[in-house]
Structure formats: C-alpha cells, structure tokens
C-alpha cells in the first residue's frame, strides 16, 4: 500500500482544520470588535477604541455639553451648560436660573433620578417638570435628574442636595431598566456601546442594609491611569461588578476570540439571569431587585427625616406599556407589591399611559416623547393633590391650548407638514382637556 495518499489526506484534512480553525476565530474577533466594548482583546484587559477615544477627550476638557466628572456619584449635569439641554450654575435642568432660596408662596417639589427624569430628547419647556409649573404656578419643581445614572446615584445626588435645597417634596425616580445599574460599577461593562463610559459607586447587600462602594474612579488622574495602563485599572474596576464576573481576565485558551464570543452569548443566553431585569420579568429575585427595595427603604427614611415628603415615580418603557395592554405584568410588579406592602407612597405612570389611545412608540421612543411628560405631569399633580401635599388650585386659563400648541411645535413633530402640526395640536388639546 503506498501510503503517500494517505499522508497527502492526513495533511489535507489538518490543513482543512487548520483553516476553518483560523477563520472562526478570525470573524469571532471581528463580531467582537464590531460589537465594541471592552474586551474586543481579551477579558478586561482594554478599552475599546470608541471609548479610549470618548475617555480621552474627557480627560482633555472636551466633555459632552451637559456631563461632567464627579468624585462622588462618577459624573453629573454639567453645571452651567448651555447646549442641548440647559444646565443651571447649580447643576440642575432648567429653563430659568434657579436659587436655594424658595421664592414666598410656593411649594418646592426637587426630582431626583435618570435620564426619564432628566427629560432626555424633549425641548426643555415640555418635561414635566416644566409642565407641572405651567399647570401650577404656586409649584417650583426643581429636576434633579441625570442620563445614565441609577437609583443609587440618584439617592446619593439626593443626599447630597437636600441640605441646600430643603424641598417640601421629593420624588425618586425609577424606569424599569434601572434593576441592571444598582449592580454596575463601570458602564461598559453592562452596555459595551455607552457613550459615557465612566465608573460609579454602588451599594452591597448587607446584613444590616446596604453597605456602598465609594466610586472606583473619583479623580480625573485616575481615567488618565486607566487609559495609560487599562489591564490593573479594569482588573480592579471588575472586583464590585455584576456583569463583569464574565468579563474575567482570561488565560491561556480562554483568551482565544471564539471562546470569549461564546461566554459572550452564554451570558445574554434568556435562560441565565444574567440581568435583574430578566430575573424580575422572570418572577425570580435578583440581588438588582433587593438593593432596589433597600434603596427605596433608605430614600423613604431620610427623606422623612430631612422633614421632605418622599415619594416613588415610577416610568413604563415602551415594553411595558405594550404589556400593560396585553394585560400581562410588568417587570417591576415586585417593586409594586414592595411599596403597597410598606405603604409608601408612589406615582405609577404606567396606567396614565397606558390608558391613553396613542401607541406605546408615540408615548415612549425611547424616552418619554412631550406628550407622555405632559401626561405624567397630570398624574403626578393628582396624586400629590389627593395626598393633601399640594392645595387644590384651578389651572390656569390657557394653558390647555398653551400646551398643546407646545407639543405639536415640540421636536417630536417640528418636521411635519402644517395641516399635520394642526391636527397634532388638536389631538393633544383634546388629550389634555381628557385629563386635566
């Protein structure tokens, strides 16, 4: 038997391997690579371009108009910016320049929370912060609120703003996403393609409540140093993270592109809770979902302490208003059942909305559109009216048309046709007169 064929097979079929070998790690580390991130070479141990390059403007000075750095809560409203959105010199949203002092006869109602608070992607005079004072000019209701943050940040920011502000009522903020952020201490590691890819404190489960994480990264030196040299700084970033338990440097073959691509998918993989918010959705308990509970445990308490009235506002995702419609639970049913439990008080936007005749995109796309802030000002107003905390008081003349007028101007519909515009505004008195 000559055995040059079978050595010519032999050689074949490795080299065949060899090959398919190469290419399946080769497009594993192009999937990687596209789909940004941390870790497109390998674990922890890199930053992505998209993020070395957002980190360095940062560190440089050339920050995003409305975010700053802060020590404490890892960024926060730029004070003082005047881009998209306007800032005052105390680091609150607002149209108007805002003071500690509480202007004589009013209430001053301070929100604290995300990006829904914040109003991201509505003209500053539709948020309902702004709409609230519209309807209720005896109201001051100060917005608190920044993109990306939790309600852990947003606790803290709310701790460290009452000595100065004093408000009579205060309102946390949570969307229904915010279970993911309570469990995060740097952004990228929960959403590899965040355009703020900074560090945050977050709190641990402890026996006797919760214990906080101070932020990782409380100085600017320290992102140059992570840009520097960003393996030791991830490393370290990694030890109090939720998601980045994954994202373990990794050593020998599990370096290799198809095997990170793998425990990649493995972890959105719909079995595993791998979220809080999948875990929540699921009915199963989550440590996102209890620091969440401890956390609004905490607000409640220094809240009443602080001599402010503290309630829960709660916002329904796009998702959630489709569910609600479906008859089906939400996933933050176990925060409900938490705060009915505790008696707490809390606004739940999710009927307000969800009982309205427009689609879910056309209340939140993502955020809330102009028209849901205007809804959810409404509600949050006759819920703070039935609870005595604000003293009935007729609105306005006008400001029925005054409103509608604005949202069909908004942003939402500028690039419409007038016959349409015209007929926006129509639709949205009529909606407004339905709940005012």
């Known amino acids: 038997m000559n055995p040059a064929p079978t050595a010519r097979r032999r050689l074949f079929v490795l080299l065949t391997v060899a090959g398919l070998w190469v290419f399946a790690e080769a497009a594993s ?28 403007r940062f560190v440089e000075g050339d920050r995003p108009s409305h975010v700053a750095h802060s020590p404490t809560l890892g960024w926060t409203a730029s004070p003082g910016a005047q881009g998209e959105y306007r800032i005052c010199r105390y680091g609150l949203r607002s149209e108007a320049d805002r003071r500690p002092e509480l202007p004589a006869g009013r209430v001053r109602i301070a929100t604290f929370g995300d990006s829904f608070t914040f109003g991201a992607e509505v003209n500053g005079l539709l948020t309902f912060q702004e ?33 100065l502000w004093r408000p009579d009522v205060v309102v946390l903020g949570f969307m229904t996403e915010n279970f993911n952020r309570v469990v995060n201490t740097f952004r990228p590691f929960y959403l590899p393609q965040t355009g703020l890819p900074f560090a945050k404190p977050r709190f ?15 100085d600017l030196r320290d992102y140059r140093r992570l840009l520097e040299r ?14 980045a338990r994954g994202w373990a440097r990794p050593r020998l073959w599990g370096r290799l592109p198809t095997v990170r691509l793998v425990r990649r998918a493995l972890r959105l993989w719909p079995g ?30 220094e809240a009443e302490a602080a001599g402010s009235t503290p309630v829960i506002l709660l916002f329904p995702r796009q998702q959630d208003i489709g569910l609600y419609r479906r008859g089906q639970p939400v996933p933050y049913s176990p925060l409900i ?46 819920h703070l009216q039935r609870e ?9 003349p006008g400001v029925r048309a005054e409103l509608a007028r604005a949202l069909a101007a908004s942003d939402s519909y500028s690039r419409l046709d007038p016959a349409t515009r015209r007929w926006v505004q129509a639709q949205a008195e009529r909606g407004l007169d339905a709940v005012l």
């Not at 941390?38 to 070395?52: I, K, N, P």
């Not at 006797?208 to 994480?213: A, R, T």
């Open 29 to 56: 580390w192009l999937v990687l690579t596209l789909a940004d991130g941390v870790s497109a070479d390998g674990g922890v141990s890199t930053l992505s371009e998209a993020h070395r390059a957002i980190l360095t």
């Open 131 to 163: 709409v609230l004072m519209r309807l209720r000019p005896d109201l001051e209701v100060l917005n608190f609120g920044v993109p990306g943050y939790g309600p852990d940040q947003a606790y803290l920011r709310f701790l460290a703003e009452r000595p």
């Open 204 to 218: 641990l489960l402890a026996a006797d409540g919760l214990e906080l994480v101070p932020n990782p990264l409380p």
């Open 230 to 243: 960003p393996g030791p700084v991830l490393e370290r970033l990694a030890e109090h993270d939720f998601y």
């Open 272 to 301: 595993e809770s791998t979220s809080a918010l999948a875990a929540a959705a699921a009915g199963a308990d989550h440590e996102g979902v209890e620091i969440t509970r401890r956390l609004f445990d905490r607000f409640h308490l």
């Open 337 to 382: 059942d938490h705060l009915e439990v505790r008696t707490y008080s809390y606004v739940d936007l999710l009927g307000a909305l969800g009982d309205r005749p427009e689609s879910p995109r056309e209340l939140a796309d993502p955020h809330f559109t102009p028209r849901a802030h205007a809804y959810a000002a409404v509600e949050i107003l006759r």
């Open 388 to 396: 005595g905390w604000v003293p009935a008081g007729e609105v306005p």
